[in-house]
Nanobody, 122 residues
Framework: EAQLVESGGGLVQAGGSLRLSCAASKRLFEDYVIGWFLQAPGKEREGVAL????????YYMNSAKGRFAISGDNAKSTVYLQMASLKPDDTAVYYC???????????????WGQGTQVTVSS
């Protein structure tokens, strides 16, 4: 079964850190690109970072470079998004998703988790 389950969201003060987890089914973790996306209220879903066990170095959108780090745990089939120096503008629902393509376009992602809320207070 193809499954993605996010966890780790919450309320944090500006400047703080959070680590999001995306527990994937083994097939998705082994064979698909796992991406993290965010959707702020009233805005479209946008990509944050990409991870693939098989190939390519991680990819980050400009807004995430230097503050966020994506990584994978092979034993747990889990992809993490470590977020630091959080800003109120980072407030959003964060989703992980799986695609057969190396792409940041959310329309090309076939499987999605339920999302986890991140709220950054000023």
């Amino acid at each position: 079964e193809a499954q993605l389950v996010e966890s780790g969201g919450g309320l944090v003060q500006a400047g703080g850190s959070l680590r999001l987890s995306c527990a994937a089914s083994k097939r998705l973790f082994e064979d698909y690109v796992i991406g993290w996306f965010l959707q702020a209220p009233g805005k479209e879903r946008e990509g944050v970072a990409l991870f693939s066990k098989k190939y390519k170095a991680p990819y980050y959108m400009n807004s995430a470079k230097g503050r966020f780090a994506i990584s994978g745990d092979n034993a747990k089939s889990t992809v993490y998004l470590q977020m630091a120096s959080l800003k109120p503008d980072d407030t959003a629902v964060y989703y992980c998703a799986a695609s057969s393509l190396w792409t940041i376009d959310p329309h090309n992602y076939e499987y999605w988790g339920q999302g986890t809320q991140v709220t950054v207070s000023s």
